[in-house]
């Protein structure tokens, strides 16, 4: 017995010991490479050939240091500290626009509703020639930032080319605390069915989609609820809990996160009161829907809480935290992977590069709903029921591409004050007449093709009978083409009175439009019908055993 507690200290004494060598040697790594980077910043600082600016270069070797990581940790300067702020607080100072580089100037793409830049007049298309007393032309939108972030109630001065106008037009915008909505539609469709649409997850998320929820319900005649998560890249992890909570009953797991030490798990379970257990619920995901929207669509699945319905979800089951760093700069950091309720994680991509192990998992796993259903881990959520949303032809994601849509919208608005109300045929001959003044052609991937292979037989010195035959060939498949805006008239008109409607009523107007014409929202509203609700989450099943 002696012997054996004996073999057991020295068993525990060389565990220590082992632990403590390697605590040793990692903190030794760790001060070497301090020590190492420390003196090659300093000798670049002091010996380069040219000055170097000492915080850029700085801020270049920290992106170098994270670019073998994975893309989600992320270095934030004090320039760019708002992102933090609208990732966590939803909120911002600034004017109320976005922006785009484009054609060499910033371009305004888009105006939120309610705050100065929309009051002062400016429109989407609008290109910003001067901010204050600086020429902005090719500068980047992140360069632009330091002119519109400041203190609230202070001005920025603007002046921007409007197509068609040969003046400049001249703003004096004041700035203001950008509240970011993170639910942007509440409706009720159908009579019957209550419609939420969430475009992210900051810290009062759950309270707008509680409100609208509780403003729904003042409709008496509410029997089901559509939860739009599609295009919703996520957020904070505590918002997708608390959104849970809505939704699901006390005491249930949400998800589960797991760190470095593996031993490590946190156990996110729901504490308070929800609001409604019972409603019938879908939730919709595509492709854009990502990390806080995946738990919660994931933990609504796992728990049969309510149908998934869309396409499948982008795939991120890695979780960030925050750090503060001096200088109002920060950090975040991929810290641990989140496991939804069956057990499952999400994770799709693989980024086991180098340093980079632990990140993959196996793919394909089966795991189980409450009810029973088969779900796989390492793949998005797969939808309970995948609908493929409608896909532009090829011709208008050219038009697009191209900014041809927009810029066309931009001209033809600029002769009204408001949305014009013309017969389709006008507005269709008066894009026919822009692209034909512009000298757009499109061109199909089969012509794409053949120009290809024209230019290898050619660049080949293949015979000159294989080369006209090939050229013979073009012409015939250019016969063949009938008029390319006729075959695409409806969904041109659509495209084309949508980006001009934009330049005049709010972002909300517009999305409230989209409503009537989104198939997969219809869609839903039928998989919703207790029948179909039913079969879908394997209730009749149970009930039967």
């Known amino acids: 017995m002696k012997r054996l507690k004996y073999i057991i200290l020295i068993f525990i004494v060389s565990s220590i010991l082992l632990e403590a060598k390697f605590d040793d040697d990692y903190y030794l790594k760790l001060n070497k490479s301090f020590e190492i980077f420390g003196e090659v910043y300093r000798k670049l600082s002091e010996n380069y050939v040219m000055e170097i600016d000492p915080e850029l270069l700085m801020e270049e070797g920290i992106q170098g240091m994270l670019l073998g990581l994975d893309p989600y940790t992320s270095f934030y300067s004090e320039s760019e500290s708002d992102d933090i702020d609208i990732i966590t607080d939803g909120s911002y100072v600034g004017i109320g626009i976005t922006i785009s580089y484009m054609d060499s100037m910033l371009t305004v793409i888009g105006i939120r509703d309610g705050y100065s830049a929309q009051k002062s007049g400016l429109r989407i298309g609008d290109r910003i020639y001067m901010a204050d007393t600086t020429v902005v032309l090719n500068k980047t939108s992140d360069e632009f930032r330091k002119f519109t972030r400041g203190k609230p109630g202070t001005f920025l001065d603007l002046k921007v080319l ?10 004096r915008i004041e700035r203001q605390e950008i509240k970011v909505k993170n639910v942007t539609i509440s409706t009720i469709l159908s009579d019957s069915v209550g419609y939420i649409k969430v475009d992210r997850f900051s810290r009062f998320t759950d309270q707008e989609i509680r409100s609208a929820l509780y403003e729904l319900k003042q409709n008496k005649n509410l029997k089901s609820l559509i939860l739009d998560l599609r295009d919703n890249p996520g957020g904070l992890l505590e918002a997708a809990i608390s959104t849970c909570e809505i939704f699901i009953p006390q005491n249930n797991v949400i998800v589960s996160t797991k760190g470095r030490n593996e031993n490590e798990i946190r156990t996110y379970r729901t504490i308070i009161q929800p609001v409604d257990t019972v409603i019938p619920l879908a939730v919709l995901i595509n492709e854009g829907s990502a990390s806080a929207s995946e738990i919660v669509a994931g933990a609504i699945q796992d728990l049969d809480r309510g149908i998934i319905i869309g396409q499948k979800s982008f795939g991120k089951g890695l979780v960030q935290s925050v750090y ?15 496991y939804i309720p069956s057990g499952r994680c999400i ?16 793919y394909d796993s089966v795991y189980y709903t409450r009810n029973g259903r088969p779900v796989l881990e390492s793949n998005g959520i797969i939808p309970d029921s995948i609908i493929k949303s409608e896909e532009p032809s090829q011709f208008i994601i050219d038009l697009l591409n191209k900014n041809i849509i927009f810029k066309f919208a931009n001209i033809f608005s600029t002769n009204y004050d408001k949305v014009p109300e013309l017969p389709n045929e006008t507005l269709l001959k008066s894009f026919r007449d822009y692209i034909n003044s512009i000298n757009y052609k499109y ?10 292979l024209y230019q290898i037989v050619s660049k080949e010195n293949y015979n000159k009978k294989l080369q006209k035959d090939l050229m013979d060939f073009a012409k015939r498949i250019k016969k063949e083409q009938k008029d390319i805006i006729a075959e ?3 969904e041109l008109i659509k495209i084309l009175t949508k980006e001009i409607r934009s330049r005049f009523v709010s972002e909300e107007q517009i999305s409230r439009e989209q409503l009537n014409n989104d198939i997969i929202l219809k869609t839903s509203i039928s998989l919703l019908e207790k029948k179909n609700y039913n079969k879908i989450l394997n209730i009749k099943s149970l009930t039967q055993n």
């Open 443 to 452: 061109q199909s991937e089969l012509e794409a093709r053949l120009d290809t």
């Open 162 to 171: 409007r197509d068609g106008i040969k003046d400049t037009f001249s703003f």
């Open 347 to 362: 994770q799709k991509l693989n980024f086991e590069k180098g340093r980079n192990k632990g990140l993959n998992l196996h």
């Open 324 to 338: 503060n760093l001096p200088y109002n700069s920060a950090i975040k950091i991929t810290t641990s992977k989140y």
């Open 488 to 490: 695409n008239t409806e």
